[in-house]
């Protein structure tokens, strides 16, 4: 069954760090790209980063550039979201998901359940 | 930078057909994906590719782009699809550029 489990997600104060976990099974996922993406409470969708497969490919998008590193581990079949310099704005719900990507076109599918990040002192 | 509009809310009757728009500038050059997310849940694909639907997906979801709007077509409409619809593309024609979604349709079944 293909599927992906987020951990990691917790309180953090102001300035503080956390790292995010992804566990994936049923497929590898070194021949995928793998992706976090976002949902403040009450907000839509943003895709904050992804990795291709081979890891020479990664984006961040601009919100999250210069403070969040996304890696994996192939050995352990896991993607890493490492978040710095949080802030309340990085309040939300951080979900891993496989992105298929084909020319001109990519989806995401499955998405975990999510984790929650919540930046408070 | 690049953005989808979509409207922010949509209100059907059960057994009537629920259309969401979705307009960008890019649309003619990438592929429209479209997720379902439901109150307190994860999103899930319901079309890919623009009018690909996913093994499970019920066939009352229908997709289309016309190069201007992509447009969600939920058929017969059930009181289980109301939730939260998004839109989403890529802002170029590279293979996976600055990835992009809508701002969100909510679907309320009256």
């Known amino acids: 069954q293909v599927q992906v489990v987020e951990s990691g997600g917790g309180l953090v104060k102001p300035g503080g760090s956390l790292r995010l976990s992804c566990s994936v099974s049923g497929f590898i996922i070194s021949d995928f790209y793998m992706s976090w993406i976002r949902q403040a409470p009450g907000k839509g969708l943003e895709c904050l980063s992804y990795i291709s497969g081979s890891g020479k490919t990664i984006y961040y998008a601009d919100s999250v550039k210069g403070r969040f590193t996304i890696s994996w581990d192939s050995a352990k079949n896991s993607v890493y979201l490492q978040m710095s310099s949080l802030t309340a704005a990085d309040t939300a719900m951080y979900y891993c998901?496989?992105?298929?990507?084909?020319?001109?076109?990519?989806?995401?599918?499955?998405w975990g359940q999510g984790a929650l990040v919540t930046v408070s002192s | 930078s690049y953005e989808l509009t979509q409207p922010p809310s949509v209100s059907v009757s059960p057994g009537q057909t629920a259309r969401i728009t979705c307009s960008g500038d890019a649309l003619a050059k990438q592929y429209v994906s479209w997720y379902q997310q439901k109150s307190g849940q994860a999103p899930i694909v319901v079309i890919y590719k623009d009018d690909m639907r996913p093994s499970g997906i019920p066939e009352r979801f229908s997709a289309s782009n016309s190069g201007t709007a992509a447009t969600l077509s939920i058929s017969g409409v059930q009181a289980e699809d109301e939730a939260v619809y998004y839109c989403?593309?890529?802002?170029?024609?590279?293979?996976?550029?600055?990835?992009?979604f809508g701002g969100g349709t909510t679907v309320t079944v009256l």
């Open positions: 989403q593309s890529a802002a170029s024609s590279s293979t996976f550029g600055d990835v992009v």
């Open positions: 998901a496989r992105a298929v990507v084909v020319p001109a076109a990519s989806w995401f599918d499955p």
